[in-house]
């Protein structure tokens, strides 16, 4: 359940156990390209992916306001253990439709969503795709082109639903 308040956090229950946790966090911040530190949205305990070579992002792929770095996710507090992140109007529609997301309530653009954090290993594969496909979006429309390949190839080379599946996405989601 999400705290649309963020009174206490933003993920009331049902929070990810602490190796869980961990391992969206590696799958975050394993990206080429992207460095760890805080969150421009000052939420405690928060982890962000940031970009610091792009510093005016493109609308809706970053929650970082214009002149800081690109920051196309954060994962809050072990305390809490959701994550935000943008993902492309028509997935982020997906992702909610089928219970993984709600928009966040800050949201300007429509590509702003909270994630609930995983609990299993099967929500870990849904959780870890959808933050991996966030910045992954995130860095091309941001034109990092310096990474572009080894990206297309990490979320290509797994079973992870990619940019261009939608239905993957959608079936590995029903399927959770």
Do not use: Y
């Amino acid at each position: 359940m999400i705290d649309e308040s963020c009174v206490g956090g933003w993920q009331r229950d049902q929070r990810s156990v602490p190796t869980m946790w961990v391992a969206v966090w590696d799958s975050l911040r394993s990206f080429p390209g992207v460095i760890a530190g805080p969150s421009a949205m000052r939420e405690g305990g928060s982890r962000a992916v940031l970009v610091p070579s792009v510093v005016n992002p493109v609308a809706g792929t970053s929650f970082a306001r214009t002149g800081l770095p690109l920051e196309p996710a954060h994962l809050h507090g072990p305390a809490d253990t959701s994550i935000h992140l943008v993902l492309p109007p028509a997935r982020a529609a997906i992702a909610v439709a089928h219970g993984w997301a709600r928009p966040c309530p800050l949201a300007v653009h429509g590509t702003e969503l909270i994630v609930f954090g995983p609990r299993d290993e099967a929500e870990l594969a849904i959780v870890t795709g959808l933050a991996r496909e966030s910045v992954a979006w995130a860095l091309a429309q941001n034109s990092v082109t310096t990474f572009r390949s080894p990206i297309a190839k990490s979320v290509a080379g797994s079973s992870l639903p990619t940019l261009t599946s939608e239905p993957a996405l959608a079936a590995a989601i029903t399927a959770a």
